[in-house]
């Protein structure tokens, strides 16, 4: 839509345009639906023409390119993004009032792109937005699933989990790329470097178009959709086997049907090596061709061409790479690895060992052979170097091989990608130290410097900007526009956090955003909580190490002594959590039970008289968490020290104000840095700690024996009474804690007790909570998702930016 002004009159007759040419509707007849269309189309258009732009300065000035590739991509609504980034917001908001159309119904008619877990694919979603914004030429490459991240339903306390449908209605922001095609083998045999795939799949391109803030660059997000190679078998079908004319259909389309539905423990699954390859093989094809197009030959291929591996899961296309290189473009196979290795870059995630990738040998032999052979060529030569400077260690080489003999011979993918690339990054300090003493210490040694820290970021112009607009208008107020453009700029709030006026309108925000959020708990729980009330949120997905658990157990800890002294001051909560467990997770699902199971009993409990609320808010989504962190008051961070690689849900939640209680964990220990030791609650053991005390083979009944309190708290649960009807209900989960407390839950009870009367006792000094909240908020600049970008594009990529 060249040309078209972004006036709120323009805008209306274009939206009204749009309404008859695009969605085939009368005004008089519009429902939401075919406005959210409309308008959609509208401000996808406006980001058209910068996009075009953008990749066509980026092939003219020969640029070079970043390619993002993921599994997983939690992108959420794009209609704010997008509105915000392109600056239109109030010109659209107020065309649409024009037309009686509100543009908040209509944020809410859209559905939520789910395509990934948690934290790993939200960062791949921020990483996005900040490339174009600071002017990288960037792809973002992974798959279209038809199906995201499952829709999570609470059936009597129980999760249960329903397909996601989130293309029901179509999706507007994308364009699809029929003409963008690749063919994808799979199995078959492999000799001489030939390979002879058996079976094709075709995967096609749909792209969206990324805006960065105020539209300094639009990139693209290519995501593959599987396609078999004939539609059908049109002789089958005719002879009357109509199933069987669609098997090979089925077959190729399950691989961009559902995301997959694990969140760091991957289940060793075919389905999933398939849609490995598949993306990552598509990607390469793709980038492969954009290349020679642009610059005529290969070989400038690793000058302009910059790859990220997003955690493991696309590491299948170092070898992809190698094939390509060497089978297809005859390139020698150790220029093809100098070039591999210049050109990847590996980000490690996790070190939890059940969630390092490693497939079986057997299992890659028979779906990529040649893959199997080239990785087997890639771990000789690594072997050979590492035997000549270090002969004799035997236990060496074995740890450091791409092979796991040890388990039944799996193909380490971590190896892979460490030694296919050139940086391979933690996501925050503690994270980045613990990967070079643990799980890379001997790869390490050998490659001393290549392992770098670049600690995780968030997107500000959604965390902030869309979720929380009061109270970005007031920080622009205070320190001026430029804290849209530079976040470290924030850091000029300071000296505003002693000052009354403003923090009381800074108190005014959250209690308007905590009245929203109550409202939406009331509609959906149907439980009315006080907007009066220390608001304490526990969101992230379900697992053991990020200890929900903890939380409520302290809960009904104070629980306990409320009743034991209803008298006493007690600081009102309301205590929420949200978040999915695994379908296959079944001790996190039995924490969700817990929680309502908890949630229930106090609820209800008429001598607390409203002053402690325990609540699961069903469905965590983006959006949910849009609504939920500007309405926090206390960050629930309480992983065991030494196994959240990060977080990033810790930092959107300091961004908006609200306090943290936290281990000494992941990038906590950053954001205690930034905003000052006084301003967070840190309690429980370091990552040292916990090791020392693993080690020292540490024994949950010391800790119990110690804790009259924990001890009442693991009785009443054990006998039944939060679940009366089923009495036996946690027993087992009690057992685990007494006998085999793995995420030495009951250590840190007693400190995390302790500090959360900390907490209370810091809620009921108004004027002290709001100066740390302020500099909580004041303190967060450097988690900007622009400031990691940066860091990947200057010591990782090597490439400008803005
Ligand atoms: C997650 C970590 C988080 C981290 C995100 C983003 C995986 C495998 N890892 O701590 O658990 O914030 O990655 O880096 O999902």
């Given amino acids: ?111 939520d792109a789910a395509l990934g877990n948690g934290g790993l694919g939200r960062l791949a979603a921020c990483f996005m937005e900040s490339m174009a914004t600071l002017g990288i030429p960037a792809y973002g490459y992974g798959i279209r699933y038809e199906h995201g991240l499952f829709r999570q339903v609470i059936n009597n306390g129980v999760q249960e989990e329903y397909p996601e449908d989130w293309l ?35 995967a096609v391109a749909y792209d969206t178009p990324v805006v960065g803030w105020r539209a300094a660059r639009v990139n693209t ?36 049907k559902v995301l997959y539905p694990s969140d760091a423990t991957p289940v060793g699954e075919e389905l999933r090596l398939r849609q490995e390859y598949f ?48 089978d297809h473009h005859r390139v020698a196979w150790s220029d093809a690895w100098a070039m591999t290795r210049a050109i990847f870059s590996y980000t490690n995630h996790t070190l939890l060992p059940e969630a390092l990738e490693t497939w079986p040998v057997a299992l890659m032999e028979r779906l ?12 000789e030569e690594h072997l050979g170097a590492l035997r000549a400077a270090h002969p004799g260690d035997d236990q060496l080489a074995l740890r450091v091989s791409m092979i796991d003999e040890l388990h039944g011979r799996r193909v380490r993918m971590s190896h892979l990608a460490f030694l296919g690339s050139h940086r391979v990054n933690g996501v925050s300090a503690l994270h980045t130290d613990l990967m070079r ?56 709030l300071r000296p505003f956090a002693d000052d009354t006026a403003f923090q009381a309108r800074f108190a005014a925000i959250r209690r308007a955003n ?65 978040g999915k467990a695994a379908a296959s997770y079944h001790r996190a699902k039995l924490i969700i039970r817990l929680a309502g199971d908890v949630g229930r009993v106090i609820n209800a409990d008429t001598a607390l008289r409203d002053r402690l609320k325990l609540m699961f808010l069903p469905n965590y989504s983006v959006s949910l968490a849009e609504a939920i962190i500007p309405a926090s008051d206390l960050s629930e961070q309480i ?99 007494r006998h085999d407390d793995r995420f030495m839950v009951c250590a840190d009870f007693d400190s995390y007790y302790a500090t959360q009367r900390r907490i209370d006792a810091l809620w009921a000094s108004p004027a002290a909570w709001w100066r740390a909240s302020v500099l909580n908020t004041a303190g967060m600049g450097w988690f900007s998702s622009d400031r990691a970008i940066r860091e990947y594009a200057g010591q990782i990529w090597h490439v400008p930016s803005c």
């Fill in 1 to 111: 839509m060249t040309g078209v002004e972004k006036t709120p009159a323009a805008l209306r007759a274009a939206i009204l345009a749009k309404l008859s040419s695009h969605v085939g509707r009368r005004r008089s007849i519009a429902t939401p639906r075919d406005w959210l269309l409309a308008t959609a189309i509208v401000v996808r258009d406006l980001a058209v023409d910068r996009w075009l732009d953008s990749l066509e300065g980026t092939f003219r000035q020969g640029e070079k390119r970043v390619y993002y590739l993921s599994l997983e991509f939690l992108i959420g609504r794009l209609l704010f993004d997008n509105l915000n980034n392109l600056g239109i917001m109030d010109a659209v908001r107020e065309a649409l009032a024009g037309l009686d159309v509100d543009l908040d119904h209509l944020r809410a008619l859209e559905p």
């Fill in 168 to 202: 029901a209605f179509g999706n507007p922001w994308e364009f699809a790329r029929p003409d963008v095609h690749y063919e994808i083998g799979f199995g078959g045999t492999a000799e001489g470097g030939v390979w002879h795939p058996a079976e094709l799949v075709v």
């Fill in 221 to 256: 997000l290519r995501l593959w959709s599987a396609r078999p190679v004939d539609p059908l078998r049109l002789e089958l079908f005719n002879s009357g086997d109509h199933a069987g004319a669609l098997a090979a259909r089925i077959r190729a389309e399950a691989i961009s």
């Fill in 279 to 326: 993306f990552a093989a598509a990607s390469l094809q793709d980038l492969v061709r954009r290349h020679v197009k642009a610059f005529g030959d290969i070989a400038s291929l690793a000058d302009k061409t910059a790859i990220q591996l997003n955690d493991t899961h696309p590491a299948i296309a170092v070898a992809e790479m190698m094939r390509i290189l060497v």
């Fill in 368 to 379: 990529l052979p040649r893959h199997m052979q080239i990785i087997y060529l890639i771990n």
């Fill in 437 to 492: 003493e643990t799980v890379f210490r001997d790869l390490n040694g050998l490659r001393p410097g290549q392992i770098v820290n670049v600690t995780n970021g968030i997107a500000f112009r959604r965390w902030l900007h869309e979720a929380n607009p009061q109270l970005t208008a007031l920080l622009t107020e205070a320190v001026g526009a430029r804290v849209l453009d530079q976040e470290e700029s924030l850091s000029a």
């Fill in 514 to 578: 905590k009245t929203a959020l109550a409202q939406l708990i009331r509609r959906d729980l149907d439980i009315r909580v006080d907007p009066a009330a220390l608001f304490d949120v526990h969101i992230k997905r379900m697992h053991e190490y990020k200890r929900q658990l903890l939380n409520i157990l302290e809960t009904i800890a104070l629980y306990h002594a409320m009743r034991a002294r209803p008298d006493e001051d007690w600081t009102p909560r309301v205590k929420l959590f949200a």
């Fill in 639 to 737: 992983s065991t020290a030494g196994m959240e690689a990060s977080g990033t849900g810790n930092m959107k939640l300091a961004l908006n104000g609200a306090l943290t209680v936290g281990t000494l964990d992941g990038a906590n220990i950053e954001i205690r840095d930034h905003v000052g030791p006084d301003n967070i609650f840190i309690f429980g053991m370091n990552a040292a700690e916990v090791a020392a005390r693993a080690a020292g083979g540490f024994a949950a009944a010391d800790a119990i024996a110690a804790s009259p309190m924990l001890a009442e708290v693991l009785d009443a649960l054990a006998a039944g009474a939060f679940s009366p009807e089923e009495p036996g209900r946690y027993a087992g989960l009690v057992d685990m804690l």
